[in-house]
């Protein structure tokens, strides 16, 4: 942990976690969680099932609230906040069970997303008011601009439930994409992705990256895909943070082949 | 829908109004010209408490279709619009304001109250969904009842009668208009939009930015509104009523009435509250076996058609009007959406 | 004179309290097993009243005891209460709370309505079904049958919680909710516990008819649904899907009802029980013995 003490002119880091934990019936789920996301960096957050990666999803998108430790977006503090008001902030997150708006079109998920940058009143919409059909107009635009970029535009009035698995999860990126966030939280977006599709996936992460400036931070298990695109890497396992550093480090790391290949369970344990 | 074109909607806007136009002169000449003789009140009547059903109903769908949440209290949200436009109608009855001015107060004043209340209902009750907040709308419309029957001014417990009787059918029937405009126009906007997302997946809507609690709450202040609006007619309209009536038969009635006609369909909701209020009074012999044909409909729609009758379907007059001028020609984007939507709900 | 009048209360709200118990038993079976609200379960309680209020006068007339009645209308309540669960919860199944909930209302609004019908408007006078002895206690009148009504309902409590605690049939009870699918390899036939789930829950609401008619004597068709919506009550404050709960909810619902009424305000009492529902509700939605459960992200 260094801290940026005299450099005044030195960016705040877009994710600044400080030692989050949580506790859920008396088993730290998640302990002195600490990490540092820069602008336009892509970290990867990896560990073993049951590690406590969604969990720290959770707590960055204020589902649960950190009983330990604070984190800022920006510089600015977000304990306390609930999950819109996390969103409204600048951190948006996909879901490793793909949460779409199931019924409604492909178009009205990615509009929802928008909402919060839409103003007209009540009264305007009934009285179907010139603002209502710009700003409606505008929204529309936009969403179909986001459907562009993960390559379903053509989909937009499909039923969401109705697409292929790996157009769900693209259809979730949009989505996030459309809170206009900082930073993206993308919890497993290749899981049960073949190949192919994985591959498309990883342009559409770089060209989001290119485009809008974001930072990423990546759960997945999906070893490949994580050494190819992550900058920095960190491990996580029973809820503590084992190792942390750059792809090829990582790889090497004796504590991460430990944790993800099992030496002996109690040894494993005592090393924790 | 496509919304950069705003002159078409206008268009389809006005050749609604027109539908509207048609059907309320259609009805006047049928009830004016006293073709039906005797029965021309009877049936003018049946037709108002159609009218008030189909407010009712209709902002009851949008609780339960547009939002996915039961009430089981709506009946109570009827009774503070019911009561409180009669009170003040009584209060205001030697100011001698003309009658249509003072229907209007007392429209407002009752959705007015509802809405009130509705906050004041919502707030704490969204906390919970599904099976659990059904039984707080209940307990929250009973504690209402009770309420109405010791309050002095609701009648104490007995039949509160003498309202000024300021609606008719002809203003009843502009009044649904306007009210199931309103409630369209909700649904087809950004705010419609945003509680059927909370409807599909309320995790991930606050994950997209929408905060949860505030469009739960609009929403069900937004159908109490309505529900108000549906209680001052009533009252106007019977001039007598008491507390009792508004029970929780009575808000299982309006329940039955939006699941059999469809939820989330308006369309459905405006037919199914339409027929099932006036059919049982024209059979009136089979007025007792009413609730226990209901019931069994129900069952049946439940087990073979959950989505109700209608499904998520609107009827749109300009849809039919295109595909009678030039047949198949229209079949554009936006039936397709909607068959798939009905589609999907199945 | 106040001692006796405080006394008398107690034995009332006791004596109250024990037919919500009773009738809330059946709703949180069900809603332990099925996540279900049996909205018609109110209206078994109607269906065992109407039963005695027929069958009571041939057992006086046979020269038998008239509470022996209540064989019949457990068997009655019984075939009702399964022939419900196969016919219309049993098809929509797995479709969803919603689509449950509206059926459990829609089958409440038939059985009432089909009462109607069948039995008329007019409420029904039930016989006398025991002829017990008052007894002067402190200047207080009691009324054995209160407190044989309270003896029963522990007992049954009891026998009930000791069933699905000790027996094979009462541990497959317990599993089911738990996990439908691992249950149903385990070897447990998930429908026939449902079914018999019912068949106890109606059992009970039979026995609550009897009391209830020994304190109430008098039936009306819309008898159960607000008498069930009050016992639901006491399940969901008591901890839904417990025994004990029910009963602790049973009574507190019965107590407190019979002290508003006689104590504070008699035109209230209902919004007062309506309104520790919602206050329960809100502040610990699992109830006085229950566990909460969270939804997972």
């Known amino acids: 942990m260094s801290e940026p003490k005299a450099n005044e002119t030195k960016k705040e880091p877009v994710l600044k976690a400080q030692h989050l934990g949580i506790i859920f019936g008396g088993l730290k789920a998640v302990d002195d969680f600490c990490l540092e996301i820069g602008e336009s960096e892509l970290v990867g957050l990896i560990g073993p099932n049951g590690a406590g990666k969604t969990t720290v999803f959770n707590l960055l998108t204020g589902v649960y609230q950190p009983t330990e430790g604070s984190y800022y977006l920006c510089g600015e503090k977000m304990n306390g906040k609930k999950t819109h008001q996390v969103v409204a902030a600048g951190i948006a997150r996909t879901f490793q069970n793909i949460r779409l708006f199931k019924k409604l079109t492909v178009l009205e998920n990615v509009k929802i997303a928008m909402n919060m940058y839409m103003h007209y009143s009540l009264a305007s919409s009934i009285l179907r008011l010139p603002r209502f059909w710009k700003e409606e107009a505008d929204i529309e635009e936009k969403a179909y601009e986001l459907l562009d970029i993960v390559h379903l535009k053509d989909k937009a009035d499909f039923i969401a439930e109705n697409l292929p698995y790996g157009q769900q999860r693209r259809l979730e990126i949009a989505r996030a994409l459309a809170t206009g966030m900082k930073l993206l939280l993308l919890d497993e977006p290749a899981a049960g992705m073949n190949p192919t599709e994985t591959a498309e996936l990883l342009d559409i992460i770089n060209v989001i990256r290119d485009k809008f400036h974001i930072s990423v931070l990546l759960i997945e298990h999906d070893m490949s895909l994580v050494m190819k695109i992550c900058e920095r890497i960190q491990v996580i396992d029973y809820g503590v943070t084992i190792a942390s550093g750059k792809p090829e480090e990582i790889a090497n790391n004796p504590r991460v082949i430990e944790a993800y290949l099992g030496k002996d369970d109690e040894e494993v344990a005592l090393s924790c | 829908m496509n919304v950069k074109n705003p002159k078409k909607h206008f268009i389809a806007y006005l050749i609604n109004l027109a539908g509207v136009l048609v059907l309320f002169f259609l009805l006047m000449g049928l009830f004016k010209s006293n073709v039906l003789g005797a029965r021309t009140a009877y049936l003018m009547g049946i037709c108002t408490t159609a009218c008030y059903t189909i407010v009712m109903v209709t902002s009851l769908n949008i609780l339960v279709g547009v939002m996915g949440e039961f009430s089981l209290g709506h009946a109570g949200f009827m009774s503070v619009g019911a009561y409180a436009s009669a009170i003040v109608t009584n209060a205001l009855a030697d100011a001698g304001l003309p009658t249509i001015l003072l229907f209007v107060i007392a429209l407002l004043v009752g959705g007015v109250a509802s809405a009130i209340t509705g906050v004041l209902v919502g707030i704490p009750a969204l906390r919970l969904r599904g099976d659990y907040l059904a039984i707080v709308t209940v307990a929250f419309a009973e504690i209402i009842r009770v309420a109405f029957c010791n309050f002095e001014i609701t009648g104490g417990g007995r039949t509160m009668s003498g309202i000024a009787k300021l609606s008719n059918f002809y203003w009843c029937f502009w009044v649904t208009v306007i009210c199931v405009t309103i409630m369209y126009m909700f649904v087809r906007s950004r705010f419609g939009r945003t509680v059927k997302a909370i409807r599909e997946d309320y995790i991930a809507a606050s994950a997209s930015g929408v905060n949860v609690t505030f469009y739960k709450v609009m929403t069900f202040t937004f159908s109490a509104f309505f529900a108000g609006v549906a209680g001052a007619m009533y009252a106007h309209y019977m001039t007598a009523m008491i507390p009792t009536i508004f029970n929780f038969n009575y808000s299982a009635e309006f329940l039955t009435e939006v699941i059999i006609g469809g939820t989330g369909s308006l369309t459905g909701s405006i037919i199914g509250a339409a027929l099932l209020s006036a059919l049982p009074e024209l059979m009136r012999q089979f007025s007792t076996y009413r609730m226990l044909a209901y019931s069994i409909v129900l069952v049946l729609v439940m087990i073979f058609k959950p989505g109700g009758i209608f499904g998520t379907y609107e009827f749109s007059l300009t849809r039919i009007l295109k595909k009678l001028l030039s047949g198949e020609l229209f079949k554009g984007k936006k039936k397709l959406t909607d068959e798939m939507g009905g589609a999907a709900h199945e | ?297």
């Open chain 3, 1 to 297: 004179m106040q001692l006796a009048l405080f006394i008398q209360s107690v034995i009332n709200g006791l004596n109250q309290g024990a037919i919500y118990a009773l009738i809330a038993l059946g709703y949180t079976m069900v809603y332990g097993i099925i996540r279900m609200i049996n909205f018609a379960h109110g209206d078994f309680i109607m269906v065992g009243a109407y039963t005695l209020f027929y069958t009571i006068p041939l057992m006086i007339s046979a020269g038998m005891p008239a509470w022996l009645a209540v064989i019949v209308a457990i068997a009655v309540c019984v075939i009702v209460g399964v022939t419900v669960e196969v016919v219309a919860y049993r098809p929509v199944r797995g479709q969803g709370s919603m689509t449950a909930l509206i059926t459990a209302l829609a089958m409440s609004l038939f059985l009432e309505n089909l009462a109607m019908v069948l039995f008329g408007a007019n409420p029904k006078s039930v016989p006398a079904i025991f002829t017990l002895p008052t007894v002067n206690f402190l200047g207080a009148t009691l009324q054995t049958k209160y407190l044989l009504t309270f003896g029963i309902g522990a007992v049954i409590m009891i026998l009930l919680q000791l069933f699905v605690k000790k027996t094979k049939l009462g541990k497959a009870m317990r599993a089911v909710p738990q996990d439908k699918e691992a249950s149903t390899l385990m070897g447990i036939h998930v429908n026939k516990i449902i079914t018999t789930t019912f068949a106890i829950g109606s059992g009970l609401a039979a026995v609550a008819a009897l009391m209830y008619c020994s304190t109430y004597p008098r039936c009306t068709t819309d008898m159960g649904s607000m008498m069930g919506l009050k016992a639901f009550i006491a399940a969901v404050l008591g901890g839904i899907g417990s025994i004990p709960g029910a009963m602790l909810g049973g009574l507190v619902v019965g107590l407190i009802e019979i002290f508003v009424k006689v104590y504070i305000a008699p035109g209230w009492y209902e919004a007062i029980t309506y309104g520790l529902l919602i206050i329960v509700l809100l502040v610990k939605p699992s109830g006085i013995l229950g566990k909460n459960v969270g939804e997972k992200v």
